[in-house]
């Protein structure tokens, strides 16, 4: 009786180990998925942050003359990286609704690994706009300067 007494406690004993495993690494998936979530809303923040740039920088666009303002406008308009980020965004959202709380901890490093490396290349993209922009606006001010100070003989027409 005492042996059977021990095996039963031994087995209670194992299966309550098994049940703080278990549940330590369930919070530890769900930390990661978590981290996973959050860094996709600061990636959309990120997007959204570059898109009020860019449409910000239009109008200053649009009153720069000739080629640079055509080519300028065309950069805008274009916005590659935006959409390109916005499709990776949207397939990892998608891929979390459909698999995260099944996900394998290697799935979620690798969602992390690719969201990192949205971010950081959206991020580097965006301080280079940020520059760009910061350009633009001195060089139109500059240009509007020296369009006022021209005599009205010498102004163009849409100069004003």
Same mark, same amino acid.
Request: charged share 30%.
């Given at each position: 009786?005492?042996?059977?007494?021990?095996?039963?406690?031994?087995?209670? #004993?194992? $299966?309550? $180990?098994?049940?703080? !495993?278990?549940?330590?690494?369930?919070?530890?998936? %769900?930390?990661?998925?978590?981290?996973? !979530?959050?860094?996709?809303?600061?990636?959309? #923040? !990120?997007? /959204?942050?570059?898109?009020?740039?860019?449409?910000?920088?239009?109008?200053?666009?649009?009153?720069?003359?000739?080629?640079?303002?055509?080519?300028?406008?065309?950069?805008?308009?274009?916005?590659?990286?935006?959409?390109? $980020?916005?499709?990776? !965004?949207?397939?990892?959202?998608?891929?979390?609704?459909?698999?995260?709380?099944?996900?394998?901890?290697?799935?979620?490093?690798?969602?992390?690994?690719?969201?990192?490396?949205?971010?950081?290349?959206?991020? #580097? /993209?965006?301080?280079?706009? /940020?520059?760009?922009? $910061?350009?633009?606006?001195?060089?139109? #001010?500059?240009?509007? %300067?020296?369009?006022?100070?021209?005599?009205?003989?010498?102004?163009?027409?849409?100069?004003?």
């Amino acid at each position: 009786m005492p042996s059977l007494l021990l095996a039963l406690l031994a087995a209670a #004993g194992l $299966a309550f $180990a098994f049940l703080l !495993l278990r549940a330590r690494a369930r919070r530890r998936h %769900e930390r990661r998925l978590k981290e996973v !979530l959050d860094l996709a809303d600061a990636v959309q #923040g !990120l997007l /959204e942050t570059a898109g009020q740039r860019m449409d910000a920088w239009k109008g200053a666009v649009g009153r720069l003359a000739g080629d640079l303002g055509n080519g300028a406008q065309r950069a805008l308009d274009g916005q590659p990286l935006v959409r390109e $980020a916005k499709r990776d !965004l949207l397939q990892h959202r998608l891929w979390l609704q459909a698999r995260g709380l099944a996900a394998t901890p290697a799935e979620l490093e690798a969602a992390l690994a690719a969201l990192r490396r949205v971010q950081a290349r959206l991020a #580097g /993209e965006l301080a280079a706009l /940020e520059d760009a922009g $910061a350009a633009l606006t001195e060089a139109t #001010g500059a240009a509007q %300067e020296a369009a006022r100070r021209e005599p009205p003989a010498l102004r163009r027409q849409d100069a004003d």
